[in-house]
């Protein structure tokens, strides 16, 4: 069974600082889709970025990347320029699209990440 | 806004109620899904409907009893819960078979805040 672990249970960094924030997952399939959520403390979750474990490039999405090392099953999220509504729960998921049916998110455990003014 | 909408969104109950939640989605996806978020514990997946059939149920007990009339709406009928079954119950959706994780990724509503006294 695929497991998510996410080690640092809380962060905390001042307004525009970069901070990084771990992943790390076990599988045996090749092909998967990595995902990182963010859930604001009004508690609606939000995708943040997504990744395919095919592609070799990094996915970035404006502030948001990510650091995809396939062979270490590793996906950090790589937070730039924070800003104050940064501050909220962040998970990060793990889906095998080929799981026959609806598929599966497993998600790790989540770090809370408070930016500071 | 993520286009899952949830209803009500707190719900305090007694051990003898019976309650339902409800979850709509309004992205014309095929598969939908309850997930239930307890403090300190990572999202657990309860139960799976891909094109209104169920296809996974995560070992619940049957005080929870879900429903999906059509693609668009899900239902969770709540009767003589136990305390513990006190959380944040979170419904999502998504395009099942799509092929990309752009498509396949899961769309998550604002939740229903459950306690059960």
């Known amino acids: 069974a695929q497991t998510v672990t996410q080690s640092q249970p809380e962060m905390s960094v001042q307004e525009a600082e970069t901070v990084t924030l771990s992943c790390t997952y076990d599988?045996?399939?090749?092909?998967?889709?990595l995902f990182w959520y963010k859930q604001p403390p009004s508690r609606q979750m939000i995708l943040v970025i997504r990744q395919e474990a095919y592609k070799q490039q990094n996915a970035t999405e404006n502030r948001f990347s990510v650091n995809f090392q396939k062979a270490a099953k590793s996906f950090s999220l790589k937070i730039s320029d924070s800003q104050l509504g940064d501050t909220a729960m962040y998970f990060c998921?793990?889906?095998?699209?080929?799981?026959?049916?609806?598929?599966?998110?497993?998600f790790g455990q989540g770090t809370r990440l408070t930016i500071n003014p | 806004e993520t286009g899952v909408t949830q209803t009500p969104r707190h719900l305090v109950m007694g051990m003898t109620n019976k309650k339902s939640l409800k979850c709509e989605q309004h992205l014309g996806h095929n598969a939908m899904y309850w997930y239930k978020q307890s403090a300190k514990k990572p999202l657990e997946l309860m139960f799976v409907?891909?094109?209104?059939?169920?296809?996974e149920n995560n070992s619940v007990p049957s005080r929870f009893s879900p429903e999906c009339p059509n693609s668009s709406h899900l239902f969770l009928h709540l009767h003589t819960l136990q305390p513990e079954d006190s959380a944040l119950y979170l419904c999502?959706?998504?395009?099942?078979?799509?092929?990309?994780?752009?498509?396949?990724?899961?769309?998550f509503g604002p939740g229903t805040r459950l306690l059960v006294l």
């Open positions: 998921a793990f889906m095998n699209p080929l799981i026959q049916g609806a598929q599966k998110l497993v």
């Open positions: 599988t045996s399939e090749n092909n998967y889709y």
């Open positions: 999502a959706s998504s395009q099942v078979g799509a092929g990309t994780s752009v498509q396949e990724t899961q769309y």
């Open positions: 409907y891909n094109f209104k059939e169920q296809t």
